[in-house]
């Protein structure tokens, strides 16, 4: 099974998104984290609706640091924001398997509540888009700089 962190700076909203679905469509082939640089301290309330809203489990998410998977083997480490993209990784991040997904931000999204949960929805079909094709990759036979090229096309998509 291969261990994904999925990487935001605040870790509440977009990281959590990607961490449930990663869980959720992975199927026992990839077991994710999410955690962030400088961490919010709380998951983002309209990321647990949509979780919600779409069916998946929205208890055991929490806003964590990075520093938390120091011991823990990571293999793969994607960023879902451009300001974590741009960041120095921590020492225990040289060796694994790098790749970037940028998306808006939804925690910034403004208007009516119908408006700010079709920012969030947006989000959440966005990274369902891209777990997808990372999951139709033969990830365990792939080389390590193969699956990060493949994962960094993924998401420019």
Not at 9 to 23: D, K, M, Y
Not at 48 to 54: C, Q, S, V
Not at 64 to 88: L, M, R
Not at 133 to 148: F, Q, V, W, Y
Request: charged share 20%.
């Amino acid at each position: 099974m291969l261990n994904v962190l999925i990487l935001c700076t605040g870790n509440s909203c977009r990281s959590v998104l990607g961490e449930a679905l990663i869980n959720h469509l992975g199927k026992g082939r990839c077991r994710a984290y999410s955690a962030g640089s400088r961490p919010a301290g709380k998951v983002n309330a309209n990321a647990l609706a949509t979780l919600k809203r779409n069916g998946l489990p929205t208890e055991g998410y929490r806003s964590q640091s990075w520093d938390e998977f120091a011991d823990t083997p990571i293999d793969i480490a994607i960023t879902v924001c451009d300001s974590a993209a741009g960041e120095t990784c921590p020492v225990y991040l040289n060796s694994v398997i790098r790749a970037h997904w940028g998306l808006s931000d939804p925690a910034h999204a403004t208007g009516t509540e119908e408006e700010i949960a079709q920012a969030f929805q947006a989000t959440y079909d966005a990274l369902t888009l891209r777990i997808d094709k990372m999951l139709a990759l033969p990830l365990e036979t792939m080389k390590p700089a193969e699956i990060a090229e493949a994962l960094n096309q993924i998401g420019k998509n």
